[in-house]
């Protein structure tokens, strides 16, 4: 079974600019999330999906992140413009979404590093 | 969602049964342990969780006190493969009125197997 895709692994960009990630999820999992780790900090939630609509973005910075699942399947994350602080690990994670059965599996992650 | 402590890190050498504690006093009666592991350059991966019985699967048991206001994980025979950093998270079931997927991590316990 294939697992959570992420891409690009690695991207440079200097402040003020903007930049996206995309992730595939597990096929057939309804749930999508979006996290944010910072270096030495444990992840954090930036968004959740159900399917194509958005369960919980408290934690999304609105003024600069975005971020889409139009056909309920894959995900892009948008950052535009930058910041110094977004330098983080963004990681992307799936699940069935059944109860007591909702592992989520995470992607390998996009490293972001803003100069 | 009810707050962990753990150690921020721990030894084991290899071959060795290791034992992660975390603290959750303030746990509610809906609320369960959850554990994920992070290898280095990684996402986090699912390794267990459990309600108030003991759980175990084919990758490590769970104890949990009676009070349920702490837990153990146990690797029985931890090899350098398990180096990692650990989370508990506490949190209500998936579907519980309220609840949800998410996921709140902390900063865990650093693993470090050793020969």
């Known amino acids: 079974e294939a697992g959570v895709a992420q891409s690009p692994r690695y991207k440079i960009i200097e402040k003020r600019q903007s930049v996206a990630f995309w992730c595939n999820p597990i096929?057939?999992?309804?749930?999508l999330y979006w996290y944010q780790q910072i270096l030495g900090q444990g992840p954090k939630l930036l968004i959740q999906?159900?399917?194509?609509?958005?369960?919980?973005d408290s934690q999304l910075p609105k003024d600069r992140f975005s971020a889409e699942r139009l056909k309920g399947v894959d995900s892009t994350l948008k950052i535009q413009p930058a910041k110094l602080e977004d330098s983080a690990v963004y990681l992307c994670?799936?699940?069935?979404?059944?109860?007591?059965?909702?592992?989520?599996?995470f992607g390998p992650g996009t490293r972001l590093t803003v100069l | 969602d009810a707050k962990t402590t753990q150690p921020p890190s721990m030894d084991c050498a290899e071959g060795r049964a290791a034992n992660l504690p975390c603290n959750h006093s303030?746990?509610?009666?809906?609320?369960?342990v959850y554990w994920y592991r992070q290898i280095h350059s990684q996402g986090p991966q699912y390794i267990i969780h459990g309600l108030k019985n003991n759980e175990t699967n084919e990758m490590a048991s769970l104890i949990i006190t009676e009070d349920r206001k702490s837990s153990t994980l146990i690797l029985p025979h931890a090899t350098l493969r398990d180096t990692a950093v650990y989370y508990c998270i506490v949190r209500v079931a998936p579907g519980v009125t309220g609840g949800g997927n998410k996921l709140t991590f902390g900063t865990g316990t650093q693993l470090k197997v050793e020969l």
């Open positions: 303030t746990i509610s009666g809906n609320e369960y």
């Open positions: 999906f159900q399917n194509n609509g958005v369960v919980d």
């Open positions: 096929s057939g999992h309804a749930t």
């Open positions: 994670a799936s699940s069935l979404d059944r109860a007591l059965t909702d592992e989520q599996f």
